[in-house]
């Protein structure tokens, strides 16, 4: 029987687990958009939910529930200035998962789990912009004119 179960256990121990949603709730509130194992989006889903529920209370304990779940105070601004705007209108749902085949190496099922209304360059965050490139050539040009 499973009474009282609360959640899945992936094969982890809990402090892994504990940290592995830690740390896919940042990557989600950064990117706005992860691609992982079905399973893991799944257990992903409900707690990303929270967390916007969380930050559409302004209040000074929501703030700091919200900081002791992410651990990171640029994800908690994220989601107290921008998310919550976004989603002041949406009584819930605030996440969907789309299923993406299967991985090579082991045919683990994966998903991509976003957020409903994302920016989508939110995925650019970390990119750097490339630099055009200089011939050599014209700088020895210049130099010995």
Known sequence: MRHGI???KLNKTSEHRKAMLMN???SLIK????TTTLPKAKFLKPQADKIITLGKKETLQTTK???SK???ITSTNKVKKTLSKRYEKRKGGYTRIIKA???YGDNA??????FVDRDIEAKKVDKKKKEP???????????TA
């Open 31 to 34: 990117y706005e958009q992860i």
């Open 101 to 103: 085949g299967f991985r």
């Open 133 to 143: 490139v200089k011939d050599k050539n014209i700088e020895k040009k210049t130099a």
């Open 109 to 114: 099922p994966l998903a991509v789990i976003e």
């Open 6 to 8: 609360y959640n899945k």
């Open 65 to 67: 529930r919200l900081m």
């Open 24 to 26: 896919m709730l940042n």
């Open 70 to 72: 992410l651990q990171n």
